[in-house]
Structures are given as C-alpha cells and as structure tokens.
C-alpha cells in the first residue's frame, strides 16, 4: 500500500559545541516520537542523530509536504531546543529560522528528504544522515549507485536496471530544476553535478520499474536565510534490490572518503567519512564530516530496524584513508584546495578587508609598448 517515508531533521543545539546531540534532547524526541505513533499521527518512527543533528525517520500515510507531518517535526523541534536551552547547550535552536509555523517546512530551517511509494512485498531502505557537509554531497555516491556500472553490477547484469536511471537535478542558486535520462545524457549530467555547490540531485527514478529509487534533502540554508546558520547537513533515503541498486551496491560508494565541503565553519574540503552510529561525532578541525547509513525493511509502514550499516569492517579502511586525506588536507591550512573557494565560504571576513584596504590597491602601471609595435600584423605569423 501507498506510505511515505520522511527524514526530517534539524540542528536544535550542540553537545559540545558543534559535535553532537544531547542524550536528554534525543529522549525528548523519542518521547514525541512515542506519541505519535500513539496517537497513529505516525505509523512508525525512529529518532536518530548525526553530529549535532536530530533526524526524525517517520512513515506515515499523508504524502510528501503534508502540514501534519511538518507541524509535528517543527514542535518536535521547538521541545528539544527547550531541553538544549535548559542545559545551556551550544547554538539552541539554530536551524529553526522562523518564530512560527505556516504550513510546511519549506524555507524555515530543518531540511527534509521524503519519498512516497508503493510498499514492496519486502521494502529494503537505506536512511544515510551526514553532518558537517551540504546536499551536493549526495551527488557523486547517488552516480556511483545508479549510473557507474564499475560500482552497480545490476546496471550490466539485471534485466530490470539495464535500461537506466533518471536523475532530477536543482540548480539551488537559480531555483530550477531538470531530468537527465541516464546512461544517455550522462556527460551532460556529469558537467552539472560535478559542481556540487550549486547543482543537487534531488531523486533518482528507474526508467524500467517507473519507481523512485532515492530522495535527498536539498535546502541551502545560506541562502535561505541570506546569512549564515550553519551548514546544511543533509539527508537522503534510498530504496534497495529487486530491480534497484543492491544493498551493497547502495554502501559501495563510500568505500572510497571522497571530499566533500563542509567541516570547519563549513568553508573547507574534506573527506566524506562513513562512520557508525557511535562515531557520528565530529570533533577534529569540526570533522571530517560524517556519513551513518541505517538500513531498514519497511514492513506494513513499520521501520523494522535499524541496522548500523557502516559499522561494518570493511569500511575500516574507508576510515583510515579518511584520516590521512584529512591530514594531507590540514597541511594546507588557509589555502585552496582545503579552505573552499571564496565565492562557497560560509564565514567571510572579505567585505570587511576589502572595505579596509581598498584604497591600497593600486593599479598596475600599464605594460611597456613591445619593440615590435607598428610591424605589420603580418611579419610575425610567417610560421605556419
Ligand atoms: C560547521 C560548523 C562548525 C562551526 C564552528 C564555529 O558546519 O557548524 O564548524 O562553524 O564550530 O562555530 P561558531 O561560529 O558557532 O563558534
Ligand atoms: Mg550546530
Ligand atoms: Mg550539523
């Protein structure tokens, strides 16, 4: 039958610093949570973090965007920036970015990832939660998954994953957004999402089952809120096997700690570490960024689960890699590539320098006229 499955989450206050979420604030939201599903407002929940994020995973019947499901989530969220208050935690309430609630979520601070679907006779999902990174950080394990057949052996060798995938794309600075049919259009695509910054995937359909496979959150919340509130750490859902990428082809691209921006005041690169549960704390150079994967079979909307998918050892070396790309990274201190280009900081300082100092740029004197000046255009291209 037709349910969804919504991940909502908010950065409500941090413990300590930016590094992760209060115990008494997840019993809040677990208590809500209780609720909920009590009152069958929810068919299941689950409440889970990742650094100093809570993400509410609920499956419900009332679609995607639903008033219901958001006013629930934003309350949810007022109560746990309560307790963060309460025991002075850091930065409380700081992705709630509105003093009240208008309907749905859209622009006020929590971001979202939700997908409606038809539940399969057996409904394998994976919810990855990250933290100290921004949506675009879906973008190159969403290819890997669903277009890279050296990852998804199922796009070469299962009849049902053969034909494709399509990927809907945002551009977030202009509010557009396109489909490219894949593998058709895949160099085109690869020229937009390769920009991570700018050009987000946002779900990803199955040409041959006409199903959507996964759903990220794409809000960016820089630019919502004209200033900066931190960094929006983002969440995504993918649907697994039976015509989808297999579970492990779903994990397999965060074998390899690609780069990602975000960590320090969500101004440098890098690496993307898949970690478990336990260790979604970010604390070194406020990384580097984190990536938990709970899988989930999704039984008559319930969430029988979670398994702690990355606690695997075989993402161990994923991990170790991490932390030498991480050290490597740090060495450059304020430099480019680590710190983010200057058009993709969070934190700037370069108004204010500029403002100081501009009257110190001095042009440069123009170029010395050439000693060949006045030659005819001809003289020096004889060579061919
Ligand atoms: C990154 C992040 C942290 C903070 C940093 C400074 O997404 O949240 O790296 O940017 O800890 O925080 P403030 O300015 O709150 O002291
Ligand atoms: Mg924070
Ligand atoms: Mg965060």
Redesign the pocket.
């Known amino acids: 039958f037709l349910i969804t499955l919504s991940i909502i989450k908010a950065?409500t206050g941090?413990f300590v610093?930016?590094s992760a979420v209060h115990p008494d604030m997840m019993a809040a939201a677990r208590h809500a949570m209780d609720r909920a599903v009590r009152s069958e407002l929810l068919i299941d929940g689950h409440v889970a973090s990742c650094g100093?994020d809570v993400s509410l995973i609920m499956t419900h019947r009332y679609g995607a965007d639903s008033q219901l499901i958001h006013s629930f989530a934003w309350d949810t969220f007022q109560t746990t920036t309560g307790v963060a208050r309460e025991l002075g935690l850091?930065?409380a309430g700081q992705d709630l970015l509105s003093d009240a609630f208008s309907g749905n979520l859209r622009g006020m601070g929590p971001g979202y990832a939700e997908l409606e679907f038809d539940e399969r006779p057996s409904e394998p999902v994976v919810c990855f939660l990250a933290?100290?990174t921004e949506p675009g950080a879906w973008n190159y394990p969403l290819y890997k998954m669903f277009a890279d057949p050296f990852n998804t052996a199922g796009l070469v060798i299962d009849a049902k994953m053969h034909a494709g995938f399509v990927f809907e794309v945002y551009d977030l600075f202009e509010e557009k957004w396109i489909c490219f049919d894949c593998p058709a259009e895949l160099y085109d695509m690869l020229m937009y999402i390769g920009a991570p910054a700018r050009y987000v995937v946002h779900s990803v359909r199955s040409k041959t089952l006409g199903e959507t496979a996964a759903a990220t959150s794409t809000q960016r919340l820089s630019l919502i809120a004209g200033k900066y509130v931190?960094?929006d750490?983002p969440v995504m859902i993918v649907r697994a096997q039976s015509g989808l990428p297999a579970l492990g082809e779903v994990l397999e691209p965060f074998a390899f700690p690609f780069t990602v921006g975000?960590?320090?005041?969500?101004?440098h690169h890098a690496p993307f570490m898949p970690v478990s549960v336990g260790h979604a704390h970010p604390a070194r150079f406020?990384?580097p960024p984190r990536v938990v994967a709970l899988g989930f079979q999704i039984h008559d909307g319930r969430l029988v689960g979670p398994r702690d998918l990355f606690a695997d050892p075989s993402f161990d070396e994923a991990r170790h890699q991490a932390n030498l790309a991480m050290d490597y990274l740090r060495r450059h201190g304020p430099f480019e590539p680590h710190r983010l280009p200057l058009e993709d900081l969070?934190?700037t300082t370069m108004p204010q320098i500029q403002a100081r100092i501009a009257n110190r740029w001095t042009p440069l004197p123009s170029p010395p006229v050439p000693a060949t000046a006045g030659r005819p255009a001809s003289a020096g291209a004889a060579k061919s």
Do not use: L, P
Not at 262 to 267: F, I, L, N, V, W
């Open positions: 950065d941090g610093g930016h100093d850091y930065g933290d100290k931190g960094k750490d975000g960590s320090m005041r969500g101004s406020d990384g969070e934190y």
